[in-house]
């Protein structure tokens, strides 16, 4: 590895972050979903060129985010006992393919597969990079998680913008394009897959790893309840979250008959709220807890949804902006709050999390879409406004903040004894 991009004296210990390291797999996370967002973002496209109904354009979504969130636990799970780093080339290799067969599809079938190609890419690369993330966190696992996934919302609200003035403007062949990104991608993985390795060497020899603790004194049926919790905190995030980013363009153009164009500046407005949220989130989990962040940033959002549905246009680009910058801030904090209740199964947390994310999107998507169908877009969101008082179930969370610093302090003494 080069020195000037990963550093070669790896930090093996809780003690340092490695910046490098993160600021890499943040810009693969970029370009990874940078691709995914392509797909939503050229709806309106593939639904006139092909005759597509809203049931047709939710069973697009569900077949991408499906095919990930069935695959990324089992990836996780795998990985946890047998590490695979060279996983994230080969996915995105995936992802590659996926584009290249979406930009010459002809039929609504060859279009389900392609985007089940880059379902499988991305099923492969949240698992693996969540735990580089984690490898490279030091003693900052929410601001490290926060790193990671805001390059992936930065590309997730990228991915419309580069839509609207490319593939809208130029047709589907243009998708083509993005295969450069893919491929600028496989070549940063090929460098973090060797950090890994190097990583795993030199964490294998270090004291620090026959000194740590993992107990967080919680009996398994707490565990489990916490779990279930951060699951249905998941839930409402992400089937608001579907709601938006599958349909909010097609919203804007019914109730206030705005261009595709402008509709898509309007959802990249969102998307990037959604990644200013996530990278104040996790460090704000780091310093005054996670619990605390879940609480704000599933209820916080509650006046602004029940509002949106009934506001003009203005109003409407504020209230889904705050709406993104506070539900925006949750995600890194429940994943990382799911890893300490569950240390030593990074791979399969991250994987059941991200999945949940992409399972729950596509599911939503597909019967939002039916519902669309009987109803109307105006409707959808009307239902969808409610979704954050499940927020209240924050109040089952146990409080594991005061472990994480006991930990951190053991692992200091170990570091100074052993200096």
Request: aromatic share 12%; net charge positive.
């Given at each position: 590895?080069?020195s000037?991009t990963?550093?070669?004296?790896?930090?093996?210990?809780?003690?340092?972050?490695?910046?490098?390291?993160?600021?890499?797999?943040?810009?693969?996370?970029?370009?990874?979903?940078?691709?995914?967002?392509?797909?939503?973002?050229?709806y309106?496209?593939?639904?006139?060129?092909?005759?597509?109904?809203?049931?047709?354009?939710?069973?697009?979504?569900?077949?991408?985010?499906?095919?990930?969130?069935?695959?990324?636990?089992?990836?996780?799970?795998?990985?946890d006992?047998?590490?695979?780093p060279?996983?994230?080339?080969?996915?995105?290799?995936?992802?590659?393919?996926?584009?290249?067969?979406?930009?010459?599809?002809?039929?609504?079938?060859?279009?389900?597969?392609?985007?089940?190609?880059?379902?499988?890419?991305?099923s492969?690369?949240?698992?693996?990079?969540s735990?580089?993330?984690?490898?490279?966190?030091?003693?900052?696992?929410?601001?490290?998680?926060?790193i990671?996934?805001?390059?992936?919302?930065?590309?997730?609200?990228?991915?419309?913008?580069?839509?609207?003035f490319?593939?809208?403007?130029?047709g589907?062949?243009?998708?083509?394009?993005?295969?450069?990104?893919?491929?600028?991608?496989?070549?940063?993985?090929?460098r973090?897959?060797?950090?890994?390795?190097?990583?795993?060497?030199?964490?294998?020899?270090?004291?620090?790893?026959?000194?740590?603790?993992?107990?967080?004194?919680?009996p398994?049926?707490?565990?489990?309840?916490?779990?279930g919790?951060?699951?249905?905190?998941?839930?409402?995030?992400?089937i608001?979250?579907a709601?938006?980013?599958?349909?909010?363009?097609?919203?804007l153009?019914?109730?206030?008959?705005?261009?595709?164009e402008?509709?898509?500046?309007?959802?990249?407005?969102?998307?990037?709220?959604?990644?200013?949220?996530?990278?104040?989130?996790?460090p704000?989990?780091?310093?005054?807890?996670?619990?605390?962040?879940?609480?704000?940033?599933i209820?916080?959002?509650?006046?602004?949804?029940?509002?949106l549905?009934?506001?003009?246009?203005?109003?409407?680009?504020?209230?889904?902006?705050l709406?993104?910058?506070?539900?925006?801030?949750?995600?890194p904090?429940?994943?990382?709050?799911?890893?300490?209740?569950?240390?030593?199964?990074?791979g399969?947390?991250?994987?059941?999390?991200?999945?949940?994310?992409?399972g729950?999107?596509?599911?939503?998507?597909?019967?939002?879409?039916?519902?669309?169908?009987?109803?109307?877009?105006?409707f959808v969101?009307k239902?969808?406004?409610?979704?954050?008082l499940?927020?209240?179930?924050?109040?089952?969370?146990?409080?594991?903040?005061?472990h994480?610093?006991?930990?951190?302090?053991?692992?200091?003494?170990?570091?100074?004894?052993?200096?």
């Amino acid at each position: 590895m080069s020195s000037t991009t990963i550093p070669t004296a790896l930090p093996v210990a809780k003690d340092r972050t490695a910046y490098p390291v993160l600021a890499t797999i943040s810009v693969c996370h970029f370009l990874n979903d940078l691709i995914q967002s392509l797909l939503p973002a050229i709806y309106p496209l593939l639904k006139d060129n092909y005759h597509l109904d809203f049931g047709q354009i939710g069973l697009i979504t569900f077949t991408t985010q499906f095919v990930a969130s069935v695959l990324q636990p089992v990836v996780g799970f795998f990985t946890d006992k047998r590490p695979q780093p060279y996983s994230l080339p080969v996915g995105m290799g995936f992802s590659l393919s996926g584009l290249l067969l979406l930009s010459t599809a002809s039929s609504f079938p060859a279009i389900l597969l392609a985007v089940a190609f880059v379902g499988v890419g991305s099923s492969v690369f949240h698992p693996e990079s969540s735990r580089v993330a984690r490898m490279a966190a030091g003693p900052k696992p929410g601001f490290a998680q926060a790193i990671f996934q805001v390059g992936g919302n930065a590309g997730t609200a990228t991915g419309p913008l580069l839509a609207a003035f490319i593939v809208i403007k130029r047709g589907q062949g243009s998708v083509a394009w993005f295969s450069i990104a893919a491929l600028v991608a496989i070549i940063l993985m090929i460098r973090i897959s060797n950090w890994a390795i190097q990583y795993r060497r030199a964490k294998a020899k270090s004291p620090v790893a026959h000194h740590e603790r993992h107990s967080h004194g919680l009996p398994p049926k707490k565990v489990a309840l916490a779990v279930g919790v951060l699951v249905m905190l998941m839930f409402s995030k992400f089937i608001y979250m579907a709601s938006l980013t599958s349909y909010f363009t097609f919203f804007l153009i019914s109730k206030f008959h705005v261009t595709t164009e402008k509709a898509e500046l309007f959802l990249f407005l969102f998307l990037g709220s959604v990644a200013a949220g996530t990278l104040l989130g996790g460090p704000f989990g780091d310093r005054v807890g996670r619990k605390y962040v879940i609480w704000f940033s599933i209820l916080g959002a509650l006046p602004f949804t029940l509002a949106l549905p009934y506001v003009g246009l203005f109003w409407t680009g504020i209230f889904c902006s705050l709406v993104g910058l506070i539900l925006g801030s949750a995600f890194p904090a429940i994943v990382v709050f799911a890893q300490e209740l569950m240390p030593g199964k990074v791979g399969m947390i991250s994987g059941l999390f991200f999945g949940l994310a992409f399972g729950t999107g596509g599911i939503a998507a597909a019967l939002l879409g039916v519902l669309a169908d009987h109803t109307s877009i105006n409707f959808v969101y009307k239902v969808c406004s409610f979704l954050p008082l499940l927020g209240l179930l924050t109040a089952f969370l146990p409080n594991v903040e005061e472990h994480r610093r006991r930990e951190q302090a053991l692992t200091a003494n170990v570091l100074r004894q052993t200096s």
